[in-house]
């Protein structure tokens, strides 16, 4: 196949056709898209830029074998929060883990990174406000044994978009949970957090990603992709992006 034109920094893919059936033209197949976020989100805590304390603690943690039950990462949006969220699970139900890190091998490793793990469950806290949401979906289940892994892992995004009454019945199931089940909450506003919530949880504050830091990074995707761009530009984009 030849190689994928170049144009104007953009890479149109060539077009990939079927066999040609007798006396008709050929069928071009689309090509799946795969989002470059996805693509080059980080596989472990070596990956994720910046909050070097953050990733060191809960390596030692991990490696010493001293879990929490509930954790709250707080911080300003796009530093990394849901993504170590999702690596620390990975971590805590890996089946093969090496020095308080995933192998992105096993089958719970590969099942959390494409979010189809039955034992850990990603809550969009924003959709889940109401009081009866959460006793459905945690309250109600969270005396259930993993599937097969060694966690049942919540995690819940903004979580201080729920309401009072659902932190209220929910503060129960953080204080004794059972010995199967680990709580990562990420919210950008840790002060609409009700105090006993934040008591009861260890916490990481995440800091925002350095500047340089982040055009680093823009510049190597930019390698991998066979792209061009200038370095003002991918400047203004890492500026943009806090």
């Given amino acids: 196949m030849p190689p994928a034109p170049q144009v104007s920094g953009v890479i149109r893919p060539t077009p990939v ?5 007798a006396g008709r033209p050929p069928v071009v197949l689309p090509l799946m898209y795969q989002n470059l976020a996805v693509k080059y ?12 304390p ?14 929490a039950h509930a954790y709250l990462l707080f911080g300003p949006r796009g530093c990394g929060k849901t993504t170590i969220a999702r690596i620390l699970a990975k971590t805590l139900n890996c089946h093969s883990p090496k020095d308080g890190k995933p192998c992105n091998k096993c089958a719970s490793c590969l099942e959390i990174a494409e979010s189809k793990s039955l034992d850990v469950l990603e809550i969009d806290a924003a959709s889940h406000t109401q009081v009866d949401k959460v006793r459905e979906v945690i309250i109600e289940n ?16 903004e979580v201080h978009m729920l309401s009072n009454s659902a932190f209220n019945a929910l503060l129960k199931t953080i204080e004794e949970p059972p010995a199967h089940v680990v709580f990562i909450m990420a919210t950008t506003e ?33 390698s ?16 943009a992006s806090g």
């Avoid at 969270?142 to 995004?157: C, E, T």
């Fill in 190 to 222: 840790q002060s609409k957090v009700p105090v006993t919530i934040v008591s009861r949880c260890q916490g990481f504050r995440f800091r925002p990603i350095p500047e340089e830091e982040i055009v680093k990074r823009l510049t190597h995707v930019v």
């Fill in 41 to 52: 989100r980080p596989k472990d805590l070596d990956e994720v830029l910046g909050q070097a």
């Fill in 54 to 67: 953050v990733k060191t603690t809960i390596e030692n943690a991990v490696r010493l074998g001293r879990i």
């Fill in 17 to 21: 056709f079927s066999k040609r059936a």
């Fill in 142 to 157: 969270v005396g259930f044994a993993p599937s097969r892994d060694k966690y049942k892992i919540y995690i819940l995004d």
């Fill in 224 to 239: 991998k992709e066979k792209l061009k761009a200038e370095p003002e530009a991918l400047r203004l984009i890492a500026r």
